[in-house]
């Protein structure tokens, strides 16, 4: 065999490709969702959290955040995996009986993932306008009320594809919970090729879980800028005839 | 006929520094009820400064301001700035909200209006500035002049006592500047209580009742506009026409 095929063999064996699809659609693909959608979630409200900690008046807060931020931004993903899991894999087992390395592993990544989005969040926040802020309170909204309702909402949407990316960044960083040991059915993507690929000494069956989240990925990335251009040019608006009135009249006036 | 329920608005030694910067230094102002105080001075003076300590969005380090005569110091800095609206230099329209919910918003969430009745208020006041029809689109879909007339519509919304213009023509194109003044003058002869710093000496002079000249955070010279345009007592008010006219 010459080394063209070989690789070929090694990379794209169709029939162990074949083998792989249906673990992963039958459940490695809903458990990579499920990591990356539950540590998301948490960690969007853990991030706007502090997000508000942040930018909060009182300094105890904020240097409670940016200690909170400092730590889980400075440490590699997989000592923070592997030290919560298999840290306190023993005392949620004694509490619970759970035995699924799963709530350690979500909350391991929801916990740096709020680090990274309350950073995303304050300096979206901190972008808006101070004139905002001045504005509502002259309209006599008190500061608590003016950041809630005028400041944090235009603060958040401008960072949506920020989010976004950070989103992107779980999918990815979902496969590290193979770290923690997974029974069967607990594999998400990368375990499942990773494990069908040591079988049968080939890589095709990780290429099938690359093409899984190229396919999450790719799209997203793609709607990210959808909607980044999106804010910056606003939606399209439908002009008033008096506008488009306007326009002509301006332009026989030119 | 004032439409207005409008008040006398002092200010009385008030004093504020950011810092050792020294902005303040015992200001004394006084604005009948139903007049028009302008507020001129060169940059740095301390004219915006001086508008945020009477509505008290920077609490003043000295002094008093009363509103109708009876001291504000006391009450909800909040609850006092419902009572005076202010219109900013560079709009401050909320860019996330409808023209019409600009308006709406304070109506329904401060004056406690039901919904539907908020939005028919929105779009009177609204009407008064000839905006009506904008009501359903973004603020950033507007010309500056229009922007700033929704401002003004937003603050009188709230039915103030006294309006606080700060620069309000400044960031306009010129073209654009008359509308603005002219809705001004109006809101002057219809008996508003207002303070309006301005670099527009045609509107110090021929609408305001009264004239404050500030520089170096002092009241240089204050009197009506005749007093100050055709008789400057000071060097420094002088100095400052000639650069200004
Ligand atoms: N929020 C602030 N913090 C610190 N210094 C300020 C602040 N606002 C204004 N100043 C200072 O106060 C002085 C007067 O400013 P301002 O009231 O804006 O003057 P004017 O409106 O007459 O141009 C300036 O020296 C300015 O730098
Ligand atoms: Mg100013």
């Known amino acids: 065999m010459d080394a063209w ?65 400092d730590i889980f931004r400075g440490l590699p993903a997989v000592l923070v995996i592997l030290v919560i899991g298999l840290g306190f894999g023993p005392l949620l087992n004694e509490l619970t009986g759970i035995r699924s390395p799963y709530p350690l592993g979500i909350a391991a990544l929801s916990l740096m993932a709020a680090a990274y989005i309350g950073e995303i969040f304050r300096s979206g926040i901190q972008s808006v306008d101070k004139g905002q802020l001045e504005a509502s309170r002259a309209l006599g909204f008190g500061y608590g009320p003016s950041m809630r309702m005028i400041v944090v909402p235009q603060g958040i949407r401008r960072v949506l594809p920020a989010l976004m990316n950070q989103f992107i960044a779980l999918i990815k960083e979902s496969s590290l919970v193979f770290t923690l040991g997974l029974m069967s059915r607990e ?47 606003g939606k399209e608006q439908k002009h008033e005839p008096d506008e488009a009135a306007a326009v002509i009249g301006k332009g026989a006036h030119a | 006929m004032s439409q207005f329920t409008s008040g006398s608005l002092t200010g009385k030694n008030l004093h504020l520094a950011f810092g050792s910067n020294k902005v303040l230094r015992g200001i004394d102002i006084h604005v009948e009820k139903g007049t028009a105080a302008s507020v001129i001075g060169p940059s740095g003076s301390g004219k915006s400064t001086l508008l945020r300590v009477m509505n008290r969005l920077i609490e003043p380090d000295q002094g008093d301001i009363l509103l109708d005569g009876r001291s504000v110091l006391k009450d909800n800095p909040d609850e006092l700035r419902r009572r005076i609206g202010m219109v900013f230099q560079q709009f401050n329209l909320f860019p996330h ?39 359903g689109v973004r603020p950033a879909t507007l010309s500056g002049g229009q922007q700033q ?52 000496m045609g509107f110090s002079r021929n609408v305001s009742n009264q004239v404050v000249f500030m520089d170096g955070g002092v009241v240089v010279e204050n009197g009506s506009p005749d007093q100050l345009f055709t008789e400057p007592k000071t060097e420094r008010l002088q100095k400052f026409l000639s650069d200004v006219l």
């Not at chain 1, 162990?16 to 458990?31: D, H, K, Q, R």
């Not at chain 2, 709406?104 to 406690?112: C, E, M, T, V």
């Not at chain 2, 539907?116 to 609204?126: C, G, K, R, S, T």
């Not at chain 2, 213009?165 to 809101?187: H, I």
């Open chain 1, 5 to 69: 095929s070989r690789l070929a063999d090694t990379f794209l064996n169709w029939g162990y490709i074949a083998e792989v699809l249906p673990t992963m659609f039958s459940y490695g693909l809903l458990n990579t969702i499920v990591l990356a959608l539950a540590s998301g979630l948490i960690g969007t409200f853990l991030g706007i959290v502090l997000a508000l900690m942040g930018i909060s008046r009182n300094p105890v807060a904020r240097w409670v955040a940016r200690i909170y931020t």
């Open chain 1, 187 to 233: 594999r998400e993507l990368f375990q499942i090729g990773q494990d069908f690929a040591a079988n049968n000494g080939n890589q095709s069956p990780l290429v099938a879980a690359a093409i899984f989240y190229l396919a999450l990925t790719i799209p997203l990335t793609h709607l990210v800028n959808y909607i980044d251009n999106r804010l910056r040019t």
């Open chain 2, 97 to 135: 909200k409808s023209v019409g919910e600009n308006v709406a918003f304070a109506l329904r969430k401060l004056r406690k209006l039901p919904k539907d009745q908020a939005w028919a208020e929105a779009l009177d006041q609204l009407d008064k500035v000839g905006l009506k029809h904008k009501a």
């Open chain 2, 149 to 200: 007339r929704v401002a003004i519509a937003r603050a009188l919304a709230m039915k103030p006592e006294v309006m606080f213009f700060d620069e309000a023509t400044s960031a306009l194109d010129p073209e654009l500047v008359k509308g603005v003044l002219a809705l001004m003058s109006d809101l002057a002869s219809d008996g508003m209580t207002m303070v309006v710093v301005t670099h527009e």
